[in-house]
């Protein structure tokens, strides 16, 4: 198992503190108005608008394990089967996705779904996914062989199959 943390902008990271700056202050703000209507806004303000963003800023990781690779942010997950990825190119796209910097890979899989990722070890990231993918594509070919092989000879039983019998 390999996890690779996001690399993190410095302009992301100045917005996201400017951001919980903001909510500390309206919350602030709130609090000494008082009341059980001003508590509650004030703990959906924290919770949403400091908590939900700090939360995806801590957690937004990939972790290539087994066959899959895994990307986590905050509350949202994708498994994606590495045999699935087509293609893993560079990119600056600024479309939403789990990544914290614009210094993105774009990872196409599946029937043409596409997701950004931005592993803050790019290269390091690249050479697992390629170290991955060909071993599962050796693993997968033995299997498929050993599969046809049963399916052409049925009567040749395995050693295991042959001392179970007897």
């Known amino acids: 198992m390999a996890a690779f943390k996001s690399k993190i902008d410095n302009p992301l990271l ?6 919980i700056i903001a ?3 309206g919350t602030s703000v709130m609090l000494k108005e008082g009341g059980t209507l001003y508590y509650s806004l004030a703990a959906i303000t924290i ?3 400091a908590g939900f963003p700090l939360w995806i800023f801590i957690s937004t990781k990939y972790i290539v394990e ?3 690779l895994k990307i986590t942010s905050g509350p949202f997950s994708w498994v994606i089967p590495i045999q699935s990825i087509t293609s893993i190119q560079e990119s600056q796209n600024a479309l939403t996705s789990p990544a914290l910097s614009f210094d993105r890979l774009e990872i196409t899989y599946g029937e043409n779904k596409v ?3 931005s592993p803050a070890d790019k290269n390091e990231f690249m050479q697992t996914m390629r170290r991955k993918k060909f071993t599962n594509t ?3 070919t033995k299997q ?3 599969e046809e ?3 052409r000879n049925p009567k040749k039983k395995s050693k295991k199959q042959k001392n179970h019998q007897a």
């Open 115 to 117: 997701i950004n990722i």
């Open 149 to 151: 092989n049963h399916k």
């Open 66 to 68: 087994n066959k899959d």
């Open 144 to 146: 498929q062989a050993t």
């Open 14 to 19: 100045f917005c996201l503190i400017l951001s």
């Open 138 to 140: 050796d693993e997968t």
């Open 47 to 49: 919770i949403g608008g």
């Open 23 to 25: 909510c500390l202050l």
